[in-house]
């Protein structure tokens, strides 16, 4: 395995993505922003085409952008369900969500419901995930 230089534009662009998601999540929360941002309209902020954002987070992490990009929902949404009172319904639409099709996607990302996260406060050891193939 090639190890990569520190500071290499790859690593760069990695380090990028995942801070612009901690922003935009954080936005969301704080209603500075009305909706959830494309992996596209993620690229155009960072001013790279969406396959080279796409083609470098592959190449650099082993995973698709969107794989982060859920993860990084499903972890504001635990916060959300162990700091707050919000229900599980408020946290959907606070993340963009209808709330039938959030539990759909927490379930799909976390093999559980967010009801059932905030009582048991613990996910399963293996996510569903994990397994998960991203083609978008």
Do not use: W
């Amino acid at each position: 395995m090639e190890h990569k230089k520190a500071g290499s534009r790859g690593i760069e662009i990695v380090e990028q993505y995942f801070a612009f998601l901690d922003r935009h999540l954080a936005d969301l929360l704080e209603d500075r922003v009305d909706d959830m941002l494309t992996i596209s309209q993620i690229a155009q902020h960072l001013f790279i085409a969406p396959g080279h954002l796409t083609n470098t987070l592959t190449k650099e992490t082993g995973r698709h952008p969107c794989y982060y990009y859920d993860l990084k929902i499903i972890e504001v949404a635990n916060k959300l369900l162990l700091n707050t009172a919000l229900s599980g319904s408020e946290i959907a639409r606070r993340l963009t969500f209808d709330p039938s099709n959030f539990v759909k996607f927490y379930k799909s990302i976390t093999g559980i419901t967010p009801a059932i996260f905030r009582e048991k406060k613990v996910l399963p050891p293996v996510l569903p995930i994990e397994g998960k193939k991203y083609t978008r």
